[in-house]
């Protein structure tokens, strides 16, 4: 580490002086693609702006350096140091309590966002079947969803089917919707699934938004019932809580299980090597089917949930955005990892809630996000599986 | 009505034509569907806007219309670039040896990151094209063709040739040839395979600015939103006619606004948009290689 700092301090200089130039220049290019969109005052803002974090960045640049690679070895105590079968066990029944009796402690709107991340926590979780488990990448993950969300609203407001009737067909119906799209998926690689995913998605949402005789069209279908809930009378907010953290714990508890069943390793395989597992006896075609099916079957879960909270659904909850930022909990989280996925998802949710001010830059940080995440961590934040394969690039 | 739609058609074909040769030309080098391309289609549109409004304020416009029409080309068309350029340098270029996935999800990311861009600083609502063009036009069996439109159709022709003859006669266009064959047999033979790309983005970006000024100009009204799903038609163009293919892109988009338009005429219009996706599907289902492309080796 310390040799070849004072071997050549001239040419050193002079690097670090052109570095530095190169730096700049790169501010000033910044500002100039600003320049027509913002006018002159906010491009000039922006380069002395940049200017000085850049400069700032590079005089801090050792001191990060050291930084990153203290958080680099504690985040790898900390996955060494998994806590033994009864502590965590204990750990979990308690948060388990702190969950249960939360809605009499917290504040309705609080209680509400909790609910909202419940919903994302199922999605991500189902998500992850497909992109983290089995390595497809799936675009149109929103049209499950909707699938699942209009099925209740439909059967609820047209046939006057109770909640609990009507979850069984809505998972249902977009496990099976999650099929119809696995079929392309039996035939295509990489980039023209995402590509069908994606299409499949926006014809879901067309026809929402274009058959106005049976969904309504533009304006969604308002008027969806509250369940009941055994009886039992806690007020509609505290209800809705208790069923999204059954959902909730039910999504864990079976993702986790499967994950560990012939299924899960299958999935895991098809991932890993495609060819491989093929060979190895995997039916690769049908445990592709079953990922889509068993993740969307999730997506029809938290879609009942949402239309349950929300009494009202419309195709502008099911936009090509909601897939890619369900995607993002899961890439945020780390891939294929449970409890990644879930803090991605927990992440995603409270953020924006807590940061109110910044809301309006929101997506704009999403992107850039995903961006930042795909180059300094694929892993994600708990390390899915992002990382070890960059060392075998497939082709 | 048929030769109406036609027309309509042409002229849409000919914007997707566009926008889709950026695809397939990222496509032919770096096997990299470049999902932000329709941003930078879009940022082409308000580009054209807001360098036209520049010229109309400083009294350019009325000194000589053509001289700010083609300043807000060049300028438009140099930005995007620039922006093109930029998107490479920052989104792929890291990722140019990650699995597959990465680029794909870096590249959602920064279409996501463009659009967000342009609504923070240019606002949430539409913007618009001032008319320039008289109304009038050709008639042809009993339809017409507006002066825009033929102009929209001729310059398009004239950048697709022109492209066509970049690639085929040029130096470049033959490192850009053997760069889409085989990256790395490239490199050892002395092409400057860093070059090429930003040269493909930059190419690209341009025909993609071009576009979204005619589009602005056909339309007369942009949005932050539009480069989403005119970028998802042009990927179809591209498929359609058999990805990393020039020629076939052109054909494609001209096919798909055919499809598109005959489509909204006879059949319905509230579901325009989903006749791309359709195509889409149908096309990867049956021919995932494109019309035009022979055989596609699937690589293992």
């Known amino acids: 580490m310390m040799t070849g700092t004072g071997e050549y301090p001239a040419k050193r200089k002079k690097l670090e002086v052109l570095n530095r130039a190169w730096f700049i220049l790169a501010a000033l290019w910044f500002s100039l693609l600003l320049l027509p969109f913002k006018g002159l005052k906010p491009a000039l803002i922006l380069f002395f702006v940049l200017s000085a974090v850049i400069l700032f960045m590079q005089y801090i640049a050792g001191f990060v350096r050291v930084l990153t690679a203290r958080l680099h070895a504690l985040t790898g105590r900390f996955k060494a140091v998994s806590l033994s079968h009864t502590t965590s066990l204990t750990v979990r029944a308690s948060f388990l309590a702190v969950l249960m009796v939360l809605p009499f402690l917290a504040q309705d709107y609080f ?17 992850n079947v497909i992109v983290g488990f089995t390595g497809l990448l799936h675009l149109g993950f929103a049209a499950s969803y909707a699938i699942g969300a209009y099925t209740y609203a439909l059967l609820n407001t047209k046939a006057g089917l109770g909640f609990w009737y009507s979850l069984p067909v809505c998972a249902g119906l977009a496990a099976l919707s999650g099929a119809v799209i696995a079929l392309p998926a039996l035939r295509l690689k990489g980039d023209y699934l995402a590509i069908v995913t994606l299409g499949f998605g926006e014809i879901v949402r067309l026809i929402l938004n274009n058959w106005d005789t049976f969904t309504g069209g533009p304006n969604g279908i308002s008027g969806i019932a509250v369940p009941y809930f055994f009886g039992i009378t806690i007020g509609r907010l505290g209800l809705h809580y208790y069923i999204t953290l059954m959902a909730v714990v039910l999504t864990y508890v079976v993702v986790k299980r499967v994950r560990r069943s012939k299924t899960g390793r299958a999935w895991i395989a098809i991932r890993e090597d495609e060819v491989c597992a093929a060979t190895m006896g995997v039916n690769t075609m049908r445990y592709k089917l079953y990922a889509f099916a068993f993740g969307s079957f999730w997506a029809g879960l938290a879609g009942a949930l949402f239309a349950v909270k929300m009494q009202f659904v419309s195709p502008e909850s099911f936009t090509f955005i909601e897939s890619v930022l369900i995607l993002c909990m899961v890439i945020l989280g780390g891939l294929g990892s449970i409890p990644g996925v879930i803090v991605g998802a927990i992440i995603l949710v409270m953020l924006p809630e807590v940061l109110r001010e910044v809301q309006t830059y929101r997506m704009l940080a999403l992107g ?4 930042i995440m795909m180059i300094f961590r694929p892993q994600g934040l708990l390390g899915g599986w992002g990382d070890e394969r960059r060392e075998t690039k497939d082709e | 009505m048929f030769f109406q739609q036609f027309i309509n058609g042409l002229t849409v074909g000919s914007v997707y034509a566009l926008i889709a040769l950026g695809y397939t030309m990222v496509y032919g080098i770096l096997e990299l569907i470049n999902f932000a391309h329709g941003e930078i289609y879009m940022l082409g549109a308000y580009l054209g806007i807001i360098f036209f409004g520049f010229f109309t304020l400083t009294g350019l416009t009325s000194y000589s219309l053509s001289l700010s029409l083609a300043l807000t ?26 699995p597959r996935l990465s680029p794909l999800i870096s590249a959602i990311g920064m279409s996501i990151f463009l659009q967000n861009y342009v609504m923070l600083t240019q606002g949430a609502t539409d913007k618009v094209f001032p008319h320039i063009f008289s109304t009038g036009g050709f008639t042809l069996f009993g339809a017409t063709a507006t002066h825009l439109q033929t102009v929209i159709i001729l310059f398009s022709l004239v950048l697709m040739v022109s492209l066509h003859l970049f690639i085929r006669r040029t130096r470049m266009g033959k490192a850009m040839r053997a760069t889409a064959q085989d990256r790395i047999m490239a490199s050892l033979v002395g092409i400057n395979v860093d070059t090429v790309i930003i040269v493909t983005f930059v190419i690209g970006s341009g025909l993609a600015a071009v576009a979204g000024i005619m589009v602005a100009m056909y339309y007369g009204l942009v949005n932050y939103s539009i480069g989403y799903m005119a970028g998802i038609k042009a990927f179809t163009a591209a498929v359609l006619g058999g990805i990393g293919s020039i020629p076939g892109a052109m054909f494609g988009g001209i096919l798909l606004g055919l499809v598109e338009s005959l489509g909204a005429g006879y059949i319905s219009t509230e579901y325009k948009d989903a006749y791309a996706f359709m195509v889409l599907i149908v096309i990867l289902l049956i021919r995932p290689s494109g019309i035009f492309k022979k055989s596609a080796e699937e690589k293992v």
């Open chain 2, 73 to 98: 080309i060049i300028l438009s068309t140099a930005f995007c670039s620039a922006y093109g350029m930029t998107v490479e340098r920052i989104a792929y270029r890291p990722l140019r040896n990650a």
């Open chain 1, 111 to 127: 209680l509400d966002v909790v609910v909202l991340t419940g919903i994302y926590i199922i999605l991500a979780l189902g998500l």
């Open chain 1, 368 to 371: 850039a996000g995903l961006i």
